[in-house]
């Protein structure tokens, strides 16, 4: 039995919260906190009457940390899921410490403005150190390492689908598979169609910002940034068939890279369409995908943002996608002394998710994971004092959960490799 304060209500936390009140045996008591009070409402309206779970709603702006450690003071949680926006992840870390509850989220730190000098000056020069140029890393975070383990509170970084059921199927392969592990490709294959010209499956702007970003892949320890989308290659994935899929940076290359050092390369591929990548040149083009200031009729306006009131809300394509997604890893490595390949993945419906709790399957495989992250931490199976990613933990009890709660996976012994 426990309470969570979830933080965020939108189309990943939607999802969560619902699978929270299926889970009502280990999350007994919700509270919905967000920006817009409204929002929280309404899902805990539509949910009322369908769990045991009780819900309560608040107003909170995540960025005020007074607020929040009242707000956790107040409600007495045993952990804090963050289910907003990254920029929220430091504020609402230092809540929890303030406040003395665990902390888990699903992305990793990355500033609102990015023009802002102190943190740009420390950007640069992490580029020009590390070699790759993503807004986002888990510095920021891992710098709070000895704030947790002193407090004795566990933070729990990163625990939607990719990162975070991605990086228990790496802790997985290396348990149960291999002695050592060569090589990882993350592929993340959406073969929905919700019949729309252009929408991305998750906030707008957090979603454009991280696939117009340079590309970037870890070989032996270091990095190599490529342009944007410039290394494409094509996959037959199970459920979906084939598809186009490009090099992208992602959060997960760098947790692996530290945690899994005998790795010797880490690749990240995400599925776009042509119609997609088309429309994403000429928004960035245009200046449309600009996360810094311009002045307009003696307003300042950031165009992201701005771009971002005019594209499909993600939590409104529910019912408008059909087709699966297929999320998983490819593991190429060594077990007593022959060559092994395995791929571990899972697929999911997105009428299916919607039939289920309202939602298209991208909210779906991250609304999922993030509640059982937060199960594992409230019921004490991940629990130590530190920063960590679900790499780090026994994947054991969090891939049975995946079973158990709607990601079912499979392991395929022989795949088709990425070249
Ligand atoms: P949405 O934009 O749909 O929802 C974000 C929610 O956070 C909204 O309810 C918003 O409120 C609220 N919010 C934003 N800022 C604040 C603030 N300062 N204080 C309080 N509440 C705030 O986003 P998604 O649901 O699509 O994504 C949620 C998170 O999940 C993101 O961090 C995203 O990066 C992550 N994600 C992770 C994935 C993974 O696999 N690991 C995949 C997909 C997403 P309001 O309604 O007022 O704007």
Redesign the pocket.
């Known amino acids: 039995m426990s309470r969570l304060l979830i933080?965020?209500?939108?189309?990943?936390?939607s999802v969560a919260i619902h699978k929270c009140c299926q889970n009502s045996e280990v999350f007994d008591e919700i509270m919905i906190?967000?920006?817009?009070k409204s929002?929280c409402d309404k899902i805990a309206d539509e949910l009322k009457d369908k769990t045991k779970t009780k819900i309560t709603t608040a107003r909170?702006?995540?960025?005020d940390v007074t607020s929040v450690v009242v707000l956790i003071k107040d409600y007495k949680p045993d952990a804090l899921l963050n289910?907003?926006?990254?920029?929220?992840d430091l504020a609402l870390m230092d809540a929890c410490l303030e406040a003395g509850v665990d902390y888990i989220?699903?992305?990793n730190y990355e500033p609102e403005d990015t023009d802002e000098p102190k943190w740009r000056a420390q950007y640069e020069k992490r580029c020009k150190d590390l070699g790759f140029s993503a807004y986002f890393d888990y510095s920021y975070q891992w710098a709070y390492e000895d704030k947790f383990k002193n407090a004795g509170l566990t933070a729990l970084l990163?625990t939607?689908?990719?990162?975070?059921v991605t990086s228990v199927f790496a802790a997985y392969a290396k348990k149960h598979y291999f002695d050592t592990i060569d090589t990882i490709d993350i592929l993340d294959c959406n073969g929905g169609d919700n019949g729309l010209p252009f929408a991305t499956n998750?906030?707008p702007e957090?979603n454009l910002r991280e696939v117009s970003a340079p590309g970037s892949y870890m070989e032996n320890g270091k990095w190599v940034e490529i342009p944007a989308m410039s290394i494409k290659r094509e996959y037959n994935f199970d459920g979906v068939g084939m598809k186009d899929m490009y090099l992208l940076h992602h959060e997960e290359i760098e947790a692996l890279g530290r945690n899994m050092p005998e790795v010797k390369r880490i690749r990240f591929f995400m599925t776009f369409g042509q119609s997609y990548l088309d429309h994403m040149r000429c928004l960035e083009d245009v200046g449309m995908l600009k996360t810094t200031p311009v002045e307009f009729e003696g307003h300042e306006i950031v165009p992201i943002k701005f771009l971002k009131t005019l594209l499909p809300?993600?939590?409104s394509l529910g019912p408008l996608t059909k087709g699966k997604t297929n999320i998983g890893c490819i593991f190429t490595g060594k077990k007593d002394g022959k060559e092994r390949h395995i791929y571990i993945y899972n697929m999911c419906d997105h009428e299916e998710c919607y039939k289920e709790v309202g939602s298209q399957a991208?909210?779906y495989?991250?609304g999922v994971p993030a509640m059982i992250g937060a199960m594992m931490v409230v019921t004490g199976k991940w629990k130590k004092p530190g920063v960590f990613t679900t790499d780090e933990f026994d994947p054991d009890p969090y891939m049975d959960a995946l079973n158990k709660w709607g990601l079912p996976w499979k392991v395929d012994e022989n795949p088709v490799l990425v070249p």
């Open positions: 933080i965020g209500a939108g189309g990943v936390a906190a967000s920006r817009t929002k909170i702006d995540a960025m289910l907003a926006l990254p920029y929220e989220d699903t992305a990163g939607g689908f990719d990162p975070g998750f906030n957090v809300d993600p939590a991208v909210a495989t991250t």
